[in-house]
């Protein structure tokens, strides 16, 4: 080779290096950690398809609470598991429900941490989908009243911010009115903006107990194969007030996530879903690979890609990770 010739070999030669020139940070404030809660006293109940998850009850939850917040972990999402469900999904809304239980109790623990709410109804339906179902189809403007009174309910019991995630035409804008209503112009709304109709949730619906009791989701959720309407829900959900967005899930959706950052100002959050956390960790179980490289790996190429929030279940390994200065390489 002539001398003088670029050699970017010389930059990767030593650790310092290579973690001087290094183009992406994840730090810990980049990380919103997902928390599954139940109803009951001293439950700690395993997730079989999410091996190191647990649905909790809210005394377990404020432990687990208290333990990310202490690890420097900014923010949970919480998502709940009611007792009862009924058409309707009252729980969801219902000023005794088990997340505005969970969010009184973890504000009161751990006051500095963020708490951000699911606000969808999947959870609380006894059909398990995400809106009002009228022979047989789910209906989308009767859904909204009720996904608003769902928000309104969170954020007067004390969370920071909600996230509706049930995929309704014109679901951020009837929050946002509805908040403003209720005297609560402060609390943000994080749109689910691309949330696609994806296999990857299928560890997801054994946690939240929201597997839909006929047909899917594909109605309401987004094909996988289309880019440009991703865009365009975008676009809707900022219109209609929408504080921060997200694309929904991460890794198979990392072109999504780059289009998205380019074309829209604000703040964009990225969901690493139960089915990338459960391929990591069960490949790394089985020995096929190394589950805390791979597990940064995949988190760095989601920051990376352009998201400046990372929702993922590896959240507290991940911080271990960046304290012992595991390298994503």
């Not at 929050?175 to 749109?191: F, G, K, N, Q, Y």
């Not at 594909?218 to 991703?230: K, T």
Request: glycine share 8%; with cysteine; aromatic share 6%.
């Amino acid at each position: 080779m002539a001398q003088g010739v670029y050699r970017p070999r010389r930059l990767r030669e030593k650790a310092l290096l290579r973690k001087m020139v290094r183009e992406t940070a994840l730090t810990a404030a980049d990380l919103v950690y997902p928390l599954f809660v139940v109803h009951g006293r001293g439950v700690r109940q395993e997730i079989g398809a999410m091996p190191g998850q647990y649905q909790r009850s809210i005394d377990e939850l404020v432990k687990e609470a208290k333990d990310a917040a202490g690890m420097g972990i900014p923010a949970i999402l919480l998502f709940g598991i009611p007792e009862e469900k009924d058409a309707r999904g009252s729980g969801a809304y219902a000023e005794d429900g088990i997340i505005q239980q969970a969010v009184r109790a973890v504000k009161d623990t751990v006051p500095d941490l963020l708490v951000v709410t699911d606000v969808c109804l999947c959870e609380y339906t006894s059909h398990g989908h995400c809106g009002v179902v009228e022979d047989g189809v789910v209906k989308n403007d009767p859904t909204l009243e009720l996904i608003a009174r769902t928000a309104v309910s969170h954020a007067e019991a004390g969370a920071d911010m909600v996230a509706p995630s049930d995929m309704m035409d014109g679901r951020v804008g009837a929050i946002r009115e509805a908040l403003d209503e209720a005297s609560l112009v402060e609390t943000p709304i994080m749109a689910y903006s691309a949330k696609y109709a994806s296999c990857f949730y299928g560890p997801f619906r054994e946690a939240a107990q929201s597997t839909p009791q006929f047909g899917d989701r594909r109605s309401y959720q987004m094909d996988p194969a289309n880019g440009l309407e991703a865009m365009r829900e975008i676009a809707l959900d900022v219109d209609e007030g929408a504080d921060i967005v997200m694309v929904k899930p991460a890794l198979p959706y990392l072109d999504i996530i780059s289009r998205a950052k380019a074309e829209f100002g604000l703040p964009l959050a990225a969901y690493s879903v139960s089915g990338e956390y459960a391929m990591i960790r069960a490949a790394g179980r089985l020995g096929w690979l190394d589950e805390g490289r791979a597990m940064m790996e995949a988190l760095v190429s989601i920051k990376r890609a352009g998201a400046d929030i990372v929702i993922t279940y590896f959240a507290k390994d991940a911080v271990r990770a960046i304290e012992r200065g595991l390298e994503s390489r």
